[in-house]
């Protein structure tokens, strides 16, 4: 396997990933019973924004290579 192809399914997994927890954070904000604090709100952001950084730098990598 070459190192663009594993780059390729790494970014699929970890695309899935921030899917999953994308739908946990939904099901979070709909429960009725149990509020979120600032931790679980702060780790939500980080994986968010973790997500956003490797999308562009995966999309600049794409099209400057």
Do not use: C
């Amino acid at each position: 396997m070459d190192l663009g192809r594993l780059l390729y399914v790494f970014a699929r997994v970890y695309v899935w990933a921030l899917l999953a927890v994308g739908l946990v954070t939904v099901f979070a904000l709909l429960l009725p019973v149990k509020t979120i604090d600032a931790t679980q709100a702060g780790v939500m952001f980080a994986v968010g924004g973790f997500g956003g950084l490797v999308s562009v730098i995966a999309v600049m990598i794409y099209l400057y290579d």
